[in-house]
């Protein structure tokens, strides 16, 4: 098939999807994924995110009573419109409608639009009268998923008990429950087996391989909230402690700005990054204090040496499938203590945050030269201030920490709306290479916080009411040696994407990204490695458009230009339709994709998000050449019980063999399915 083909087939698509297509019942939520994960190029649980999201549209958001932190929960909200919602608030009294919003500051139709789902104002009820018990207040979901890769993978037929093989069967089986009482106790209870982990029998008597459970309270006096069981903290910009999802740069100009949610049940099935044990936010007037306290245990290798065992790596898959991720499961032990004080008053914000971490054995930071400055110890002390203020139109923010006995970091920046059309957001971010911090998740181009100093501007321009314009430019370097880079480096991440709105109908979206990074190479005349140039240029043309109440289309292409320097430049493409249906009564929901994908090789791959089973997230990578397709439907068998079916399928056209190692399918497709049921009451 060549590319003329692709662009039939998408104009084919396009004409004759009023007869084939509808529109999903989550269009908007999917919308904002979207936007937030423009950048993402990994798999990620999004279940963190797309859980609130539901939450919140079965209860929504309380105008006249909702604070920072509930509304930046919502993430597509800029810090600034926050800040002018509650000053309006606080000025003009409480709202009386939620289309009261359009007369905030920064508010243009688009995010009322995005918001309308989501909150509400509330009349005041005036008596207050008598509970109708607790059995009645309750809410109950219960959640349960099957799926697992129809093909034949050769790490389940090895019966050499002394090689690498997977133990379990390749099923994969996970459930979720929830409990609620008038958003004041919640509890979260999640159980899941990763293909290729034992379930029950000798390896695994207890079942699942993962358990996760949290109890959240509310309203308990002084105390703003109490959990009990698996929990999430996020401070500051995330240079000392960040649990669970955290977004980088992306297509959306907050994205570089993070709006920290304090305390809250840990409800992922990411089985990484969590902390276990007892919390909570005490109120004090203007003070919000949040001591907290965990013990977990995690998958690390351990190795001897010197008589002394030391561990060399901890994993964060949370997949536990061979005999040595078996061995290696629960064998580190980790305590956490620590306190977060919090002073806000009007437009300012100011935070304290302090964490003790401690582990069971030595961390050994290894051999290799660029590890010379990594964390190596049994013990680490983490402190951090960080700062928030709303000026005007302009919001200021950073946060400056250190680990203990060795370095410092800071990041600060700020996000100001110049023009009613025009906002601009800019930040600076000093990471020393000797900065050592087990939880945090900020901005950057390393995995870590340390080793990168760089310069951050973003513009977002309303040319009209429906185009928009977002660029931003990342300028960075390494003052020490990183990943795939032995010496220090440079690089730069350029982004510019126009935006076209149909108001309730659709969207066309025009994006270039530009990236300049360095990475080792060798050349034959020189025995040595040396830095070398690697660009990307990407392009993509994004269409969606809304045909009546019931069906819906979207088409995309996307094209990548990879060149390494003194290697030979590379390329890649990808287009694919998707289709949307709704029944009438929205009983029944449908989506499907067709895809064609030809790149030179993994250099040039190509991400993009795809529709699932509620709660589950897929970013398929697009590399070599072939198609993909996948189906999902959703039927609400009754009100109480609604069943989500999944399949997908890749197929290559010039392989014998897909995947590598224990996960090696012989032959050219790989395709798998998932089944879910989910129960309320």
Request: charged fraction near 20%.
């Amino acid at each position: 098939m060549n590319f003329k083909l692709c662009i039939g087939l998408l104009i084919f698509f396009s004409l004759f999807g009023n007869c084939v297509l509808a529109q999903q019942e989550e269009a908007l939520e999917e919308e904002i994924i979207e936007q937030l994960l423009s950048e993402i190029e990994e798999e990620i649980d999004l279940s963190e995110f797309t859980e609130r999201l539901r939450y919140f549209l079965r209860h929504p958001i309380d105008l006249n009573k909702t604070n920072e932190e509930e509304l930046g929960s919502l993430l597509f909200l800029l810090p600034n419109q926050i800040a002018n919602l509650l000053d309006y608030r606080a000025s003009s009294g409480n709202f009386i409608s939620v289309l009261e919003l359009q007369s905030v500051d920064g508010f243009d139709l688009q995010t009322v639009r995005k918001m309308m789902p989501f909150v509400t104002v509330k009349a005041d009820a005036g008596l207050n009268l008598p509970s109708s018990g607790i059995g009645k207040s309750t809410e109950h979901d219960l959640m349960v998923r099957y799926g697992r890769i129809i093909e034949s993978q050769a790490g389940y037929h090895i019966e050499d008990t002394t090689r690498s093989r997977y133990l379990g069967s390749p099923d994969r089986y996970s459930l979720r429950y929830r409990m609620n009482y008038k958003s004041k106790i919640q509890l979260a209870i999640n159980a899941e087996k990763d293909a290729g982990e034992p379930f029950f029998g000798e390896l695994q008597p207890y079942g699942f391989d993962y358990y996760s459970m949290s109890l959240q309270i509310k309203d308990l006096g002084k105390w703003n909230k109490v959990v009990v069981g698996d929990y999430a903290l996020q401070f500051g910009q995330g240079l000392v402690l960040w649990n669970g999802l955290s977004f980088g740069k992306g297509a959306w100009l907050g994205s570089a700005t993070k709006q920290a949610s304090g305390l809250k049940a840990y409800t992922s099935m990411n089985e990484f990054n969590f902390l276990r044990g007892l919390s909570g936010t005490l109120k004090l007037h203007n003070f919000e204090i949040t001591p907290f306290i965990s013990y977990n245990f995690l998958t690390g290798n351990i190795e001897e040496v010197d008589g002394q065992e030391i561990v060399s790596s901890i994993s964060s898959s949370g997949l536990h499938r061979t005999p040595s991720e078996l061995e290696n499961k629960n064998s580190v032990n980790q305590l956490v203590f620590g306190t977060d004080i919090t002073y806000r008053k009007k437009q300012l914000k100011l935070g304290f945050t302090a964490i003790n971490t401690q582990y069971s054995h030595l961390i050994s930071k290894g051999d290799e030269l660029r590890n010379e400055f990594s964390f190596e110890g049994k013990q680490l002390l983490n402190l951090g201030l960080n700062y928030q203020y709303s000026f005007k139109n302009t919001y200021f923010y950073g946060e400056t920490a250190h680990s203990w006995g060795s370095a410092f970091v800071s990041l600060n920046g700020l996000l100001t709306s110049l023009h009613p059309n025009l906002s601009v957001s800019i930040q600076h971010r000093y990471y020393e290479k000797n900065y050592h911090s087990i939880f945090a998740q900020a901005i950057g181009e390393n995995s870590d916080v340390s080793n990168e100093h760089g310069i951050y501007a973003g513009l977002l321009y309303k040319i009209l009411r429906k185009i928009e314009w977002v660029n931003y430019l990342d300028v960075y370097r390494f003052p020490w040696l990183s990943y795939l880079l032995d010496s220090p480096g440079s690089g730069l991440d350029y982004l510019s994407q126009m935006t076209y709105t149909w108001y309730k109908k659709g969207r066309l979206i025009l994006r270039y990204r530009h990236r300049l990074d360095q990475e080792n190479t060798s050349l034959d005349e020189r025995n040595e490695l040396i830095s070398a140039d690697l660009t990307r240029n990407q392009g993509r043309a994004d269409f969606q458009y809304e045909l009546n109440d019931s069906w819906k289309i979207g088409s995309r292409v996307e094209a990548v230009n990879y060149q390494k320097e003194f290697e030979q430049r590379e390329y890649g493409w990808m287009c694919y339709q998707d289709l949307f249906w709704t029944s009438p009564q929205k009983w029944i929901t449908a989506n499907m994709r067709i895809a064609y994908f030809d790149t030179d090789s993994y250099n040039a791959r190509i991400y993009a998000y795809e529709s699932d089973v509620l709660y589950a997230s897929s970013f398929p990578v697009y590399y070599m050449q072939g198609w993909r397709t996948y189906f999902n439907t959703k039927i609400k068998i009754t009100r109480k019980l609604d069943f989500w079916f999944r399949y997908s399928l890749t197929k290559y056209n010039d392989l014998e063999e897909v995947g590598s190692g224990l996960d090696l399918i012989a032959g050219n497709k790989k395709s798998d399915f998932r089944i879910q049921f989910k129960y309320q009451w």
